[in-house]
């Protein structure tokens, strides 16, 4: 049994390794936002509890923390961030949706947002959210480039405009169009998903930024330290060579 | 008076215990060559990785939970609430690639000055048990964190049991207590982490010392300063371990450290070499990761059962490529112990040995299809090939050595 349970992971695995992309002549985009950026990050949280809290959770984050990573007080998390009245502000950032109503709504659980960014990667969620187009014959009437057939609805419609799709002569996925723009100009769109992919970038590893300050401080002593250890040794050994 | 003091205590201790005459014999009265060089670092710098990864284990342990509902989520705990934590575990994780890596470089220094000939045979041999044990801790400490990768690796590497002949079945369900990988197996998991193999380790690593300074530190030439003592008995071309090559240590622990904790700063991750993007995501045994191989020191060996399309023969050549190391005193029949002054054949065998390492290394983590799949055969086949070369070309004579020098050489 044991035997067979090895050639069936293993082949799985080599299963899996050979679905490719389905779309070519696409490529990921880069969202240029730096994880020091304390305000993109801060707005990212904004729009994510106005667009995308009701379905997803950033389970292990917790209020507060976001609050003094981007410099902001209690005032600010009572107005903007926590909807739900009296709700203590070490909790983690929790959707108010129910796991089993994800899975009757959308047929699957809706994910867990906190290590996307880490798992994914920034570049996967920025174009995740720029890669909706108009399709028919998906149940939610759209299509999305990065996750084929995604059970996300495309919840920023009335902000993006209706993304059309342009196929190439082979029907295949080329590039995507927004001839009729929505609430926001294409600029502001694509300004408002780069935030909001700091904010899951953020909550992945809050402490990256200061990970990063820091380490320029440790670097420097220890600098300071082998510079102190290497004339020590040189001191020892020039009296060696005399010997 | 406080230097009487002291006197006093350090004789008061002595005639109890040891402390001044072990102090001589392992530090000041240690006598190496003076002309060891960069690659004699790596030994002490293994010391020091192995520090770092107990007192950073112990900070862990503290706060790390061995269950399968909680492990990932107490990870997450540490790096995001525990105060330091995120440092202890970056410490952690990076620590262990740095540890193979030093030990990997420690183990290239062996085949460059023959360090494994006579009279070094079990040092050696000490040695390769060390890496047979941190292998087997990696990748119970691999498992702990209960990502996806923690999860099917385990799985796999447990399943490799299975080719046991007659008893291989029961053997795995033994090995996991109960069918599948389950709570109980994460439970043995962690105390084998924790606490077995790391004392199995610190033993092993003493050992090694031990044996070490019995039989003395060898000499780029592959000349044993031991031969040539000057009339009290010292090493003419010796230095005291203490303090000169403590001093010469510390300044390359800076340095190893300024690397380190830049990569433990800057990218702990290390581009997804050091902490895999998969294992960031919870375990779950409903679903197959897209791409799994295990993380960089272990993926030539795992080139190695890959390629070879009978499983059982494939645990098989994976767990002699490693068991193979043990012989290598025997194997290797030369006279000569230094890469400097032997045969071109030997200098070519070993540098082909190396790349074929590397390349397996390389092979591992590829898709298993296709070009890796048949490079990992060739050089499966290479990499054995080294060591009946080896015993050939050095048993019926075919190397041409050159001169060993009497005294160690200045550099
Ligand atoms: C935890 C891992 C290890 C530690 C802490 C360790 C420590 C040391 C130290 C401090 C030395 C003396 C300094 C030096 O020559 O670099 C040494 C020498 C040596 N080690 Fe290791 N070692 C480890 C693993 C290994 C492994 C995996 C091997 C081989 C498979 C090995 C084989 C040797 C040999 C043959 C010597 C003698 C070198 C000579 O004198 O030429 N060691 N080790």
């Known amino acids: 049994m044991s035997k067979k349970k090895l050639g069936y992971v293993l082949g799985a695995l080599l299963a899996v390794s050979f679905v490719g992309p389905a779309f070519a002549g696409m490529s990921m985009e880069n969202p240029r936002v730096s994880h020091h950026d304390r305000d993109s990050i801060r707005k990212g949280a ?14 292990y984050l917790r209020y507060d923390r976001l609050a003094e990573d981007t410099g902001m007080d209690a005032e600010w998390l009572e107005e903007r961030l926590i909807l739900e009245e009296g709700l203590e502000h070490h909790k983690p950032m929790l959707s108010a949706m129910a796991a089993e109503d994800g899975v009757n709504w959308f047929g699957t659980a809706v994910p867990d947002l906190s290590m996307t960014a880490r798992v994914r990667g920034e570049d996967w969620i920025y174009t995740f959210l720029n890669a909706y ?41 080329v590039d995507i169009e927004v001839p009729e723009r929505g609430e926001m100009s294409r600029r502001e769109y694509e300004r408002m998903t780069a935030e909001l992919t700091a904010f899951l970038s953020y909550a992945a590893e809050p402490i990256r930024a200061d990970r990063e300050r820091m380490g320029i401080w440790v670097l420097l002593f220890l600098m300071v330290m082998t510079a102190v250890f290497y004339l020590l040794y040189k001191e020892y050994w020039r009296e060696l060579k005399q010997k | 008076m406080s230097e009487q003091s002291a006197s006093g205590l350090q004789s008061w201790i002595d005639n109890r215990f040891p402390l001044t005459s072990t102090w001589r ?85 062996c085949l460059l000055y023959g360090s494994y000939k006579k009279p070094r045979e079990l040092l050696w041999i000490i040695g390769v048990l060390i890496y047979l044990v941190m292998m087997t801790e990696a990748f119970m400490g691999y498992a702990l964190p209960w990502g996806q990768l923690s999860y099917w690796a385990t799985q796999v590497i447990v399943a490799l049991f299975g080719v046991v002949p007659v008893i291989g079945d029961d053997l795995v369900v033994w090995l996991q207590g109960g069918f599948l990988v389950n709570e109980a197996t994460l439970g043995r998991l962690f105390s084998l982490h924790v606490v077995g193999l790391p004392l199995l380790l610190i033993v092993l690593v003493f050992l090694h010392i031990v044996a070490l300074h019995h039989v003395g530190t060898s000499s780029p030439d592959g000349v044993e300063i031991k031969q040539n003592k000057d009339e009290n008995g010292k090493p003419r071309d010796g230095i005291p371990f203490f303090p000169y090559v403590v001093i010469k240590d510390l300044v390359g622990f800076g340095i190893f450290l300024i690397i380190f904790c830049a990569i433990v700063f800057f990218a702990p991750e290390f581009f997804g070499y050091f902490i895999e993007r998969p294992n960031l995501e919870e375990a779950n045994p409903l679903q197959t990761p ?29 767990f002699a490529g490693s068991m193979i190391l043990l012989f290598l005193p025997w194997i290797d029949r030369g006279e000569v112990r230094s890469i400097r002054y032997r045969g071109l054949g030997y200098k070519i065998g070993l540098a082909v040995f190396i790349a074929s390492f590397l390349i397996l290394t390389w092979a591992g983590m590829q898709d298993p299809s296709g070009a890796p799949i048949v490079i990992a055969r060739i050089f499966t086949a290479v990499y054995f090939g080294y060591f009946v070369f080896l015993w050939a070309y050095t048993y019926f004579g075919f190397e041409q050595t050159k001169p060993v020098p009497e005294r160690v050489t200045d550099k």
């Not at chain 2, 897209?290 to 050549?317: D, K, R, S």
Request: with cysteine; glycine share 6%.
């Open chain 2, 290 to 318: 897209e791409a799994i191989h295990p993380i960089w020191y272990f993926t030539a060996w795992y080139a190695m059962l890959q390629c070879i399309p009978n499983e059982a023969f494939g645990v098989l050549v994976m």
């Open chain 1, 46 to 59: 904004e729009h994510f509890v106005q667009y995308c809290s009701g379905c997803h959770s950033v389970q």
């Open chain 1, 133 to 173: 187009f108009k399709d028919e014959d998906q149940p939610l009437g759209f299509d999305n480039w990065v996750q084929e057939a995604t059970a996300m609805p495309h919840v920023l419609v009335h902000l993006q405009g209706t993304p059309q799709p342009v196929f190439d002569d082979n029907g295949r996925l």
């Open chain 2, 25 to 109: 014999y392992h530090m000041s009265e240690y006598y190496v060559p003076k002309n060891i060089n960069f690659w004699y670092l790596f030994g002490s710098l293994s010391i020091l990785v192995l520090v770092i990864q107990i007192v950073t284990g112990i900070w862990l342990t503290m706060y790390y939970q061995p269950s399968v509902d909680r492990a990932f989520s107490s990870v997450e705990f540490i790096m995001r609430d525990v105060e330091w934590g995120w440092l202890m575990r970056y410490l952690h994780t990076v620590g262990a690639s740095a540890f193979f890596a030093v030990v990997y470089l420690h183990m290239f220094r």
